[in-house]
């Protein structure tokens, strides 16, 4: 299955079909709770062919960013309504920068996830299915805590070009996996990138995914790359330079401005808010900011409606249907 081509089709002005991440609130409608469906792969696998039952453009994996740190051996906090998370420092300084082991495969939940992929292939053979794994930067910050690497960028940066680098590679491996396992394509989500500014991300994010991307990417395997950072539109250049196949922005930033900044041969998704509107709003804001969605977006052709990121668990499934009945209106 060509997912770059088919996202494409996706795509067409008249035609388009949402690409919103929606495995996590699937698993509430289903009932199973976040901190089971994240042990198991036949859960996972439940969860996204019945989000996959809607008009979506793709299928897309749970996009649990715990997984690669915890292979590390960072600890990850578990609850049944809530995303796993990343608790402590695994890395405090540049000793254990330089000690700290790329793993294999067979760490922490990684097979989980493959043998999730494998499932989810083998019940969804109408559309493509995307992957979800975290940028290299955005590991880092979960090995060396969020706030001590922000300092370390300006106080020790061998130290984080160091974890970077490994966290790159261990990402590199984990995407081939997937790929092998059965995704179609992958989203990469770099989001603490979008804190940094442009000179600093250039520094410290994009090199690494950059070669994150020319690793694994193929003409019929695109890697989407996630950012929705507010700094994001500072660095849209060098974000293009990227060479994505896709860019997926949050809703901190104007999608009209990043359809106008990003190449044409490039897909460009996003961005109704996940969390103030499709979780929190109702069924009739939902329908109001999509129809606004694609009042301002819709004839672009390159231009692919979704959410600014991950719904959470919590989003109605009403408001879910909300979206794809708006989106679907907009273009009657």
Not at 112 to 134: T, W, Y
Not at 176 to 202: I, K, T
């Amino acid at each position: 299955m060509n997912a770059t081509e088919i996202l494409w089709q996706a795509a067409r002005v008249g035609e388009k079909r949402a690409l919103p991440i929606l495995s996590f609130p699937a698993a509430k409608a289903l009932g199973i709770p976040v901190d089971e469906m994240a042990r198991s792969a036949e859960l996972q696998a439940k969860a996204v062919f019945h989000a996959s039952r809607l008009p979506t453009a793709a299928a897309v994996s749970p996009m649990d960013l715990s997984i690669e740190a915890e292979a590390f051996g960072a600890r990850v906090r578990f609850a049944p309504d809530e995303v796993p998370a990343v608790t402590g420092q695994l890395v405090p300084d540049e000793d254990a920068a330089k000690a700290l082991a790329v793993p294999d495969l067979a760490r922490g939940r990684v097979p989980v996830s493959l043998a999730a992929i494998a499932a989810e292939k083998a019940q969804i053979a109408d559309k493509p299915l995307l992957a979800g794994v975290i940028g290299p930067f955005s590991l880092a910050g979960r090995l060396m805590d969020v706030s001590e690497i922000l300092y370390a960028c300006v106080d020790e940066p061998e130290t984080v070009h160091l974890v970077v680098e490994k966290a790159a590679q261990f990402v590199t491996s984990y995407i081939q996996a997937l790929r092998e396992a059965g995704a179609d394509g992958v989203v990469m989500a770099e989001p603490l990138a979008g804190v940094l500014s442009p000179a600093m991300m250039e520094e410290f994010s994009c090199g690494a995914v950059q070669a994150v991307i020319s690793a694994v990417q193929r003409a019929d395997f695109p890697v989407v790359y996630h950012n929705c950072g507010r700094l994001a539109p500072a660095a849209y250049p060098m974000l293009a330079d990227l060479g994505a196949a896709a860019y997926h922005f949050g809703n901190a930033i104007q999608m009209t401005d990043a359809l106008a900044a990003m190449p044409r041969d490039v897909l460009v998704m996003g961005n109704v808010d996940p969390a103030g509107v499709l979780t929190s709003g109702t069924p009739a804001r939902v329908r109001e900011a999509t129809l606004a969605l694609m009042a301002a977006c819709g004839k672009a052709e390159n231009f692919l409606p979704s959410t600014g990121c991950d719904v959470p668990y919590a989003a109605p499934w009403e408001n879910i249907e909300a979206f794809f009945a708006a989106v679907e209106e907009a273009q009657a």
